[in-house]
């Protein structure tokens, strides 16, 4: 079965500084897609990066980059530079192979984001 | 970027009543269609995967009858919540994607449904 865990509920960072949340997977597949979402107190999903399983380099996009760990299966996103405006709930999401039907995503428990001034 | 469009953005309504969902794909054919519901503080959990002209599939645990699930073109699904319950109320969030499954989704911005 395939799972996804964040294991940090809530994290502070302060304005400017650099933070790391963590997120772990277990697949069976070979082939599988990680993505970060941030979903602010508005509710949206707004998708952050994604990284392919077979991917050798770790995706960037702006402030967020993807630390990929193949071997740990851990896939945590680290935001440089923090902003208040970073203020949200984070969720690491997975998509599996071709035991996954359909391309459905299936979600961590979400980590809350507080950057303080 | 794609945009998904989920309408309407809130609803308030008595118990009883049955609430209907729209989510619209605005700029891209939206072969496969998700839907979503989300607990105050908690993660995302998958309802039902709807692909255009058949059948959604749903989550063990789901009731197939009291979340009617519709997606009878590549722009629009929709999702009905029939005769609402308290316990009904909750975030209900779409995503679609186009014909592949490593096609990215582009989430709604969510329906929050209070049901008094």
Not at chain 1, 45 to 61: H, K, P, R, V, W
Not at chain 1, 65 to 80: G, H, M, P, T, Y
Not at chain 1, 82 to 97: E, H, I, K, N, P
Request: include cysteine; hydrophobic fraction near 30%.
């Amino acid at each position: 079965a395939q799972k996804i865990t964040q294991t940090q509920p809530g994290m502070f960072v302060q304005e400017k500084e650099a933070v790391t949340l963590d997120c772990t997977y277990d697949t069976s597949d070979q082939s599988y897609g990680l993505f970060w979402y941030k979903q602010p107190s508005s509710g949206e999903m707004i998708f952050l990066i994604y990284q392919g399983s077979y991917d050798e380099q770790n995706a960037t996009e702006g402030r967020y980059s993807l630390n990929f760990q193949k071997a740990r299966k851990s896939a945590n996103l680290v935001i440089s530079a923090s902003q208040l405006g970073d203020s949200a709930m984070y969720f690491c999401a997975m998509r599996g192979g071709h035991h996954n039907q359909g391309g459905k995503l299936i979600f961590g428990q979400g980590t809350e984001l507080s950057v303080k001034p | 970027g794609a945009v998904v469009s989920q309408h309407p953005s809130w609803v308030i309504c008595k118990s009883g009543t049955s609430v209907k969902i729209e989510c619209r794909s605005l700029d891209f054919q939206a072969t496969t269609m998700f839907w979503y519901r989300q607990f105050p503080k908690q993660s995302l959990m998958l309802m039902a995967t709807s692909n255009e002209g058949s059948k959604a599939t749903y989550e063990q645990g789901v009731e197939k009858d009291k979340f009617l699930i519709n997606h009878a073109s590549l722009t629009l699904s929709t999702l009905t919540v029939t005769s609402a319950h308290p316990e009904d109320s909750s975030f209900y969030i779409c995503s679609a994607r186009g014909s592949s499954n490593n096609q990215p989704q582009h989430f709604g911005d969510g329906t929050r449904l209070s049901i008094l």
